[in-house]
C-alpha cells in the first residue's frame, strides 16, 4: 500500500511555529513544542462510563456473595463505624466547675460555657481507619527488609577471588571464620595418632543458596581450589573431644563418619565450636521452616477450591479461616513480598499522613518553680520575752512577688503572697482563725477534707507560667510590714551597718505596740527584683541572685512606676543612686517536670497528683496574665472566674468634708445588695497566715499622704451568674498612727475613722466593667446607693447622697476579668443575649439575627479563639433552628470567617480538635428542627454560586476541610443516634440531601478546575477535602449514588488539560481509591448471567471493556485514567503510574488480604493493565539500563526520538510477523529455565557502561530489541470495545522514562505473581498471536531491566555519578547506581 502523501514541509513549519510561544531557553522551547504537539492532536474526551447501582447489585447476588469463600472482600463489615464518648481528662482531682454553677447560671452565655467545660468528648470511630491511608500508614507498618537472602552472582565471582576473604563474609552478612587447624586422618580404617594431624588453613565460606562449607587448604591463598571441604550442611553436631590430641573437637556428619580437628589454644577451640554450632542452628531452622512451607503448599492447592458453594468454607467457615489464618502466617514469614525489593516502598514519605489530633487541654507557657526560703535583715535580735530563743528578724515582713515585662511595658503575673517570718515573730500579730469557705464557689466537702487549712496558710512556693519568654522579663518582690509610720523613718535603722542591739531593741518594741494596735494594716517599705531568662527560648537563669533591697520611694509605688525603675536595671550608675536597706532575700527557681506533685491552681484546685497529708507543703500556680493576642490564645478548658481589683488613686487634697483624713487605708469589699444590712461576700483570696477566703481586704497605707497611691492588688472569686447590684465598695478610713506612750485606752479605740465611700457597679450592658475607671466620693452610704442617678439641672434620682469635693470623680481604680464564662467582647455578647431571648433563633426576626450574625465578624480574634468549642456550638445550633435561607447562610459565612480566622494566626489545631472530640450534633427532632448536614451543605452550595461573594467562596474552598468534616461527623451521629444505620443505604437519607450532596459536588468541581492558576491553594485544599468527602461518603451513603458522583468530578476534566488540573484529578483519585473498604467496592466477583458461577468459570477481563469499568467502577476508572495519562507528557506520568503502583503495594501489604487466595483475587481486577501495557509495548521495549536520564527536561521524550514521522503520537503501521518466527530462543530458555537470558539480547555490560549517556534510553538498534507489535492484530480480547482500552485511536510512540518504565514493570510483576494459574492460562489460551508476543515482548523487558549489573559496575558508576555530578547530593547519587541492581 502506498503512504498518504505527506503536508509540505514550509506549510508544516509555518502552522508549527505560530503556536509557538517568545523564544526562550531550551527546557521553554520543549516545553512548547510538546504542548503544540499535542495540541494538533484532537485528544477526545473519554465516555463516562455509567456505574453500576452498586446496593441493588449486592442485593440481587445475597446468596452468591454469601456462598463466596471470600466473602469478606465482597461485603462492607457491619461494625463499620460507631460513635463513642470519651472522660474529660484533666489535670484535676475533681471538675473544675463549682458543685452548684449549673443551677446558678441564668444567661445563656455562662450556661453554654460550663457545659462546654463539663462535657465529655464525642467520637466517631472507624474500625478500619488504619487501612484507609497510604501504604506506608498500614497498622502493620510495613518495615525494612534487614537482609535479603544471600547470592554469589557469576558476574561477581572474579571480583570474590580478588577481595580478602574476611571482608567479603562480611560483606555478605553471613557468619564467616578463618584460620590454621590441625585435621586429623579421615580414613575410619586406621586409628587417628597425634602423628596423623596435619596443619591445614580452614576457611568458613557460605555459598549462594545460603549453606556453609568449611574449606581447608595448604596455605592462606584461598584464591586456589581448595584441598577438600565439609559440607555443613550433613553435619548433625560439634562437640569436643581431648582423647587424641588437645584443644580438638570433632564434626559428627549424618553418614556415622567424623572429622576431627585440632586448635592452637582453648579460646581457638571454643570459638571455632561456638562459631560451627551457630551454623547448626541456623540450618536446623531453615530446615524446619521449609517443612512448615511444604505443608502450606498443600493448603494452596486445596485452597483453589475457594469459590465454589459446595467449597469447604460454605459447611466449615470457621475451619476455612483458621486455615487461611495459618497460611498467611507462614507465607509472611517465609516469602518477601515482592513490593519490599521496590526503591518507593522503602521512602520515608508521610506528607500525605493527617496530622494527629488532640483533645483540647491547658496548655502553658514556660512554668518556673519560685521557692521562697529566707528574707533576713541585718538588723535582728531575740524577739521572746525572755529572750530564750533564735536571733531573728526584729519585726514581721510581707513579699509580695510578680513578674514583669519591661518589652511591653506590663504586669504578666497575679501576685503570689508569702510570709517568711519565724514563728516566734509571727505571734507579735493578733492571731486570726483560718476558714476554707468559698463565697464564690461551694467546694465538696472532699475537697475541703484534701486541702487542709494548715498547709495553705503559709505558701513558699508557686508556679509562674510565661508564654513569651525573653531576657526582659523580672521577678519582682516588693516587702511590707506593718503600719509605723512614714517609710524613711522606718527604714533608717535598717540602713546603718553598724550592728547595734539598742537599736534593734528600740525597733523591736516599737514594733510590738504597732502590731497590737494596727496589725491588720501594711506600709510599703523595700523591693529587689532579678532577671529569669538568659534568652527567648526559655532557658531559665539560674544563677542571677536578686539585687539588693531598694527602699521604696512613697511617690513611686505604682506599677507604671516599677516599670520605669526596671528599664533602668541594667544600668549601675542609675540603681547606684537608689537607698539600699541592709539584709538579703534568699529566693530560688527551677525548672517544673510534669509530675510535679502537691499543687493546686489558681483557684485553689488540687491536682491529680496531690498528696492528702497535712504536713507536705502545697505549691501553687499564680495566674498568668496572658497576652490578649490571637496565636498566644487557648480555647478555654477549665471553669475560672476572677477579677482582679487594683485601687490607683485617691486625690483626697481639696476634699473638706472631713477634718482629718491623711494616713488613707482604702479596705475593698464584694457585695451583692446595697441594703443597710447586706453583708460582704465571702469571696475574696485572703493573704498568708489568714483565712483562705475573706470578706474584706486593704490596701497598703501611706503616712501623711493625703493624695496616696497604691500597688495593690485584690483577687475576687466571682459568683457564677452576676447580676445588677453586684458591685465593689470601697471605704476609706483615716488610720491613726500614735502611739505615744501617753495615749489613753480611749485613743486605741479610735484607731481608723471613716472618712469616705465609693462604689463600682461590675456590669455595665450585661459586660463586666475592666477598663480603668474614675469615681466620685461619697461621706455618707444611705441604703439604696446603687440606685442614684444624676438627671441634670440639680436633680437626681434615687436617695441624697453628700458628695465630697462635689461629686468630682477622685478614686482610679481598675479591674482585669480572667474568666472563661464571661466575655468582654460587645458583638458576642449581644448575639448570645438575642439567641437567649429567641430561643437560638426558632423565634427570631430573619432581618435581627442577620444583624446580629453580621455583628460576629467584628469580634476580637483572641475572644475568638478563647470561646471557639462554645460560639462554634451555638453557631450550629442556630444553623438547625433558622427558618430562613438568608440566616443560615449568614451563620455558614460566621463559621467561614472563624475557620479562616483560625488558619491565618497559624491555631488549624484547634479546629480539628473541635471537629474530632468537641463538636456534638444536636438531637434530631424531626418536626422541630433540621440536621446540620443538610442545611450545611445547601449553605455552602449558596456561598459557592458564581454571583456570590468571591471572597468568602474563596476561604470556603481554602478551608472546606473543616466543613466536610462537620458534615461527615454530623452523618454519622445523626445515622447512629436515630437508628438509621439498619436501614437500606438507599433509605438512610432523603432525597433532598442526595440532592443537596450532588448539588455541592457540581458546583465545587468548576471552581477547582477554574481556579486553579489565580488561587492555586485554595483550588488544591478543595478538591483534597472534596476526595476525602467523598471517601467517606461510601461509608454511610448510597454506595452507587457516591459513584456518580465521581463520575460528576471527572466530567470536569479533559485529556490535554494543564498539569496543575492532572495532579487534582490523581490527588482525588489516590485519596478515593484508598478507602478502607477499596476491594469490596470493586466487587471481585463473576458478573455472569443465569445461575450463580463458580469464580473458576469466569469469563476474566483482560481489558477495560464497559461492561468491567461498570462492573468494578473504581478500578476501572483508575486504569482508564492512567491509560489516558500515558498519552501525556513525562510529568503527568509519572503522577498517574505512582497513584497507580502505591495502591498495588497498599494491596500486597495489606494483611487483611495477605493469604495467596486474597491476593490471586485482587489480581483479578488488574487484569486489564496487561491490554493496557501492550498497547504501549513499544514505549516500554527499553534494554538499556543505564541509569542516565537522557535529559532532565520535562518533555524529555517528545523531541529527541529517531522517528520518520513529525509527529510522535502517529499509531505506528508495520507489516505483521508471524510469532514462531518474531520470538527469540532465549526467550523462551529464560522463561523455562534451560538457557540464561542474557545470551544474544543482552547488551554488553561495558557498552553499556560507556554508552553516551544523551542516548542511552532512546530506542535500541533491531537486533536488541524485539520485533514491532502487529497493529493489525485480532483484538481477540477485547471483542465489545475498537480502539483498545482507552477508546482513542491516537497511541504515542516515544519512549517512556526508566524510572517510569521500572514502575509499570513492577506493577506487571505484581499482578503476573499473584493471578492464579488458571488466570494466566486462560489469557494465553484467548490471546491473539500479536498480544502474546507483546506479553512475552514485556517478560523480556523485566529481565532486562531487573538484571543485576555486578558489584563492579555498581561501585564505577557510582564514582563517575560522584566525578560528573558534583552538585547533586550523595542520595542522588545511590539512587542512580541502585538503578543497576535487581529491583
Not at 580438638?248 to 585440632?262: P, R, V
Not at 512577688?401 to 503572697?417: E, M, T
Not at 547595734?500 to 504597732?514: E, T
Not at 554488553?1244 to 560507556?1250: C, K
Amino acid at each position: 500500500m502506498s503512504q498518504p502523501p505527506l503536508l509540505s514541509a514550509s506549510a508544516e513549519t509555518r502552522k508549527f511555529t505560530r503556536a509557538l510561544s517568545k523564544p526562550g531557553t531550551a527546557a521553554e522551547l520543549r516545553q512548547s513544542v510538546s504542548e503544540v504537539v499535542r495540541g494538533s492532536v484532537l485528544l477526545a474526551k473519554p465516555k463516562l462510563i455509567e456505574p453500576l447501582d452498586y446496593e441493588n447489585v449486592i442485593v440481587q447476588k445475597k446468596t452468591q456473595i454469601l456462598n463466596d469463600g471470600l466473602r469478606e472482600m465482597l461485603l462492607f463489615p457491619y461494625d463499620d463505624f460507631q460513635t463513642a464518648t470519651l472522660r474529660r481528662q484533666g489535670r484535676y482531682m475533681c471538675s473544675t466547675v463549682p458543685a452548684d454553677a449549673q443551677e446558678e447560671a441564668q444567661s445563656l452565655f455562662v450556661t453554654e460555657c460550663i457545659k462546654t467545660y463539663n462535657s465529655d468528648w464525642h467520637l466517631v470511630n472507624y474500625k478500619y481507619e488504619d487501612y484507609s491511608g497510604e501504604f506506608r500508614q498500614l497498622p502493620n507498618k510495613v518495615a525494612k527488609l534487614d537482609k535479603l537472602p544471600v547470592h554469589v552472582y557469576e558476574v561477581d565471582e572474579e571480583v570474590d577471588k580478588d577481595e580478602d576473604a574476611a571482608s567479603l563474609g562480611s560483606q555478605k552478612g553471613g557468619i564467616t571464620k578463618h584460620g590454621w587447624l590441625y585435621k586429623g586422618n579421615m580414613n575410619s580404617a586406621i586409628s587417628v595418632t597425634m602423628r596423623s594431624f596435619k596443619r591445614r588453613f580452614f576457611h568458613l565460606i557460605q555459598l549462594g543458596d545460603g549453606s556453609y562449607n568449611l574449606n581447608f587448604y595448604k596455605d592462606e591463598k584461598i584464591s586456589k581450589e581448595p584441598k577438600g571441604s565439609i559440607f555443613l550442611d550433613s553435619c548433625m553436631g560439634v562437640v569436643q573431644n581431648n582423647k587424641v590430641r588437645r584443644f580438638a573437637f570433632e564434626l559428627k556428619m549424618q553418614d556415622k563418619s567424623s572429622y576431627l580437628l585440632a586448635a592452637d589454644s582453648e579460646v581457638e577451640m571454643e570459638e571455632w565450636i561456638t562459631t560451627l554450632n551457630k551454623i547448626l542452628q541456623l540450618n536446623f531452622e531453615a530446615a524446619m521452616q521449609e517443612k512448615r512451607n511444604g505443608d502450606s503448599h498443600e493448603d494452596d492447592e486445596q485452597s483453589k477450591l475457594e469459590g465454589s458453594g459446595s467449597g469447604l468454607d460454605s459447611y466449615l467457615p470457621e475451619l476455612a479461616k483458621s486455615t487461611r489464618e495459618a497460611e498467611i502466617k507462614l507465607k509472611s514469614e517465609s516469602r518477601v513480598k515482592l513490593f519490599y525489593l521496590d526503591p518507593d516502598a522503602q521512602k520515608l514519605d508521610f506528607t500525605s499522613a493527617e496530622p494527629e489530633v488532640k483533645p483540647f487541654e491547658e496548655k502553658f507557657g514556660k512554668r518556673i518553680l519560685v521557692k521562697c526560703n529566707d528574707l533576713s535583715f541585718n538588723l535582728q535580735c531575740c524577739v521572746a520575752e525572755n529572750e530564750e530563743g533564735p536571733t531573728t528578724n526584729v519585726e514581721p515582713f510581707f513579699v509580695t512577688l510578680s513578674l514583669f515585662d519591661i518589652k511591653y511595658n506590663r504586669k504578666i503575673s497575679a501576685d503570689f503572697h508569702v510570709d517568711l517570718n519565724h514563728f516566734s515573730v509571727r505571734q507579735m500579730l493578733a492571731t486570726t482563725s483560718p476558714a476554707l469557705v468559698n463565697g464564690g464557689r461551694k467546694s465538696s466537702p472532699a475537697l475541703q477534707d484534701i486541702l487542709h487549712e494548715a498547709a495553705m496558710q503559709y505558701p513558699k512556693q508557686g508556679i509562674f507560667s510565661v508564654t513569651c519568654p525573653h531576657p526582659d522579663i523580672f521577678l519582682v518582690a516588693r516587702i511590707e510590714k506593718v503600719l509605723q509610720g512614714s517609710i524613711t523613718h522606718g527604714a533608717e535603722p535598717y540602713m546603718k551597718s553598724s550592728d547595734s542591739s539598742k537599736v534593734a531593741q528600740k525597733v523591736l518594741k516599737n514594733a510590738k505596740q504597732a502590731c497590737q494596735r494596727l496589725g491588720q494594716y501594711r506600709m510599703p517599705f523595700a523591693w529587689a527584683a532579678r532577671t529569669l531568662f538568659k534568652d527567648a527560648s526559655g532557658n531559665l537563669d539560674k544563677n542571677a541572685r536578686f539585687s539588693a533591697l531598694y527602699r521604696q520611694d512613697s511617690n513611686k509605688l505604682s506599677n507604671d512606676d516599677m516599670l520605669k525603675l526596671l528599664a533602668d536595671f541594667r544600668k549601675p550608675e542609675k540603681m547606684a543612686k537608689l537607698p539600699v536597706i541592709l539584709g538579703n532575700l534568699d529566693i530560688t527557681i527551677d525548672n517544673v517536670s510534669s509530675d510535679f506533685p502537691n499543687y493546686v491552681n489558681s483557684s485553689y484546685i488540687p491536682m491529680k497528683q496531690f498528696e492528702t497529708c497535712s504536713k507536705t507543703p502545697i505549691t501553687f500556680e499564680v495566674e498568668e496574665f496572658v497576652p490578649c493576642i490571637p496565636k498566644h490564645t487557648q480555647p478555654y478548658t477549665i471553669y475560672n472566674n476572677h477579677l482582679y481589683v487594683y485601687p490607683k488613686y485617691l486625690k483626697y487634697d481639696s476634699q473638706k468634708s472631713f477634718a482629718k483624713a491623711r494616713n488613707i487605708a482604702i479596705c475593698i469589699e464584694f457585695k451583692d445588695s446595697d441594703e443597710e444590712d447586706s453583708q460582704p461576700l465571702k469571696c475574696i483570696y485572703g493573704r498568708p497566715g489568714g483565712p483562705v477566703f475573706t470578706r474584706s481586704a486593704f490596701a497598703a497605707v501611706l503616712h501623711h499622704h493625703q493624695n496616696p497611691e497604691f500597688y495593690d492588688e485584690i483577687k475576687i472569686e466571682l459568683p457564677t451568674q452576676l447580676h445588677e447590684k453586684h458591685h465593689l465598695l470601697f471605704t476609706f478610713f483615716h488610720v491613726s498612727c500614735d502611739n505615744s506612750s501617753k495615749g489613753s485606752t480611749k485613743k486605741k479605740d479610735v484607731v481608723e475613722t471613716q472618712v469616705g465611700y465609693s462604689w463600682l457597679p461590675l456590669l455595665k450592658d450585661g459586660r463586666v466593667v475592666t477598663s480603668e475607671q474614675h469615681v466620685p466620693v461619697a461621706a455618707n452610704l444611705p441604703s439604696g446607693y446603687l440606685g442614684y442617678q444624676e438627671l441634670g439641672m440639680g436633680r437626681h434620682y434615687g436617695p441624697e447622697i453628700k458628695w465630697v469635693d462635689g461629686s468630682k470623680p477622685l478614686l482610679k481604680v481598675s479591674t482585669h476579668l480572667v474568666s472563661t464564662v464571661y466575655t468582654q467582647d460587645q458583638h458576642l455578647h449581644n448575639f448570645f443575649q438575642y439567641c437567649q431571648k429567641t430561643e437560638s433563633g426558632a423565634q427570631a426576626l430573619g432581618s435581627e439575627l442577620v444583624k446580629y450574625l453580621k455583628s460576629l465578624h467584628a469580634m476580637e480574634g483572641h475572644v475568638m479563639i478563647a470561646f471557639l468549642p462554645t460560639i462554634l456550638n451555638q453557631l450550629f445550633r442556630v444553623l438547625t433552628r433558622a427558618t430562613q435561607e438568608e440566616v443560615a447562610v449568614n451563620v455558614t459565612r460566621v463559621i467561614i470567617h472563624v475557620v479562616a480566622q483560625c488558619h491565618e494566626e497559624g491555631l488549624e489545631s484547634h479546629l480539628r480538635s473541635y471537629v474530632k472530640y468537641a463538636y456534638k450534633a444536636e438531637p434530631y427532632v424531626a418536626s422541630e428542627y433540621k440536621t446540620v448536614h443538610e442545611e450545611l451543605t445547601k449553605a455552602m452550595t449558596t456561598i459557592l454560586k458564581p454571583s456570590a461573594d468571591f471572597l468568602t467562596s474563596n476561604k470556603l474552598l481554602k478551608y472546606s476541610w473543616f466543613f466536610f468534616d462537620v458534615l461527615i461527623k454530623s452523618m454519622a451521629q445523626h445515622l447512629i443516634e436515630n437508628c438509621k444505620v439498619k436501614l437500606l443505604r438507599n433509605q438512610r437519607f432523603p432525597a433532598s440531601y442526595h440532592h443537596a450532596v450532588e448539588t455541592v459536588v457540581n458546583m465545587l468541581t468548576p471552581h477547582i478546575t477554574q481556579k486553579f492558576r489565580d488561587n492555586p491553594e485554595a483550588s488544591k485544599h478543595a478538591n483534597h477535602s472534596l476526595a476525602v468527602f467523598i471517601k467517606r461518603c461510601f461509608t454511610f451513603m448510597d454506595r452507587g449514588f457516591v459513584f456518580k458522583q465521581i463520575n460528576n468530578y471527572i466530567s470536569c476534566f479533559a485529556p490535554g488539560d494543564p498539569k496543575t488540573l492532572f495532579e487534582y484529578k490523581f490527588e482525588f483519585l489516590r485519596v478515593v481509591c484508598n478507602h478502607e473498604h477499596y476491594i469490596p467496592l470493586n466487587l471481585p466477583m463473576p458478573f455472569g448471567k443465569g445461575r450463580i458461577q463458580r469464580y473458576q468459570d469466569l469469563q476474566l477481563d483482560y481489558s477495560l471493556t464497559d461492561e468491567f469499568c461498570r462492573n468494578h467502577f473504581l478500578v476501572g476508572l483508575l486504569l482508564r485514567e492512567v491509560g489516558t495519562a500515558l498519552q501525556e507528557f513525562r510529568e503527568v506520568r509519572l503522577i498517574a503510574i505512582s497513584v497507580l503502583k502505591n495502591l498495588l503495594i497498599k494491596h500486597s501489604f495489606d494483611d487483611r488480604y495477605a493469604s495467596r487466595s486474597h491476593q490471586a483475587r485482587i489480581a483479578t481486577l488488574y487484569l486489564p493493565l496487561f491490554g493496557l501495557l501492550i498497547e504501549n509495548v513499544q514505549r516500554i521495549n527499553v534494554r538499556d539500563v543505564s541509569p542516565f536520564p537522557v535529559n532532565p527536561g520535562s518533555t524529555v521524550k517528545e523531541e529527541s526520538l529517531p522517528l520518520p514521522a513529525a509527529n510522535p503520537l502517529v499509531t505506528p503501521q508495520k507489516p505483521g510477523i508471524a510469532l514462531d518466527n518474531s520470538l527469540h530462543k532465549d526467550l523462551f530458555g529464560a522463561i523455562s529455565g534451560i538457557a540464561s537470558p542474557y545470551t544474544t539480547s543482552t547488551p554488553n555490560i561495558n557498552s553499556v557502561r560507556n554508552a553516551d549517556s544523551r542516548g542511552s534510553l532512546i530506542s535500541t538498534d533491531s537486533g536488541n530489541s524485539l520485533p514491532e507489535r502487529n497493529s493489525e492484530k485480532s483484538n481477540s480480547l477485547d471483542k465489545h470495545q475498537q480502539g483498545g482500552a482507552l477508546g482513542n485511536s491516537v497511541v504515542r510512540c516515544d519512549k517512556l522514562d526508566q524510572s517510569e518504565i521500572k514502575s509499570l514493570l513492577m506493577c506487571f510483576l505484581y499482578i503476573l505473581k499473584s493471578m492464579s494459574d488458571d488466570a494466566l492460562f486462560t489469557y494465553w489460551n484467548k490471546a491473539s498471536t500479536s498480544e502474546l508476543m507483546d506479553f512475552f515482548t514485556i517478560s523480556e523487558v523485566c529481565l532486562h531491566q531487573f538484571q543485576y549489573m555486578g558489584k563492579r559496575y555498581i561501585a564505577s558508576l557510582t564514582k563517575c555519578v560522584a566525578l560528573l555530578l558534583p552538585a547533586w547530593n550523595r542520595n542522588d547519587a545511590c539512587q542512580i547506581a541502585a538503578a543497576g541492581q535487581p529491583g
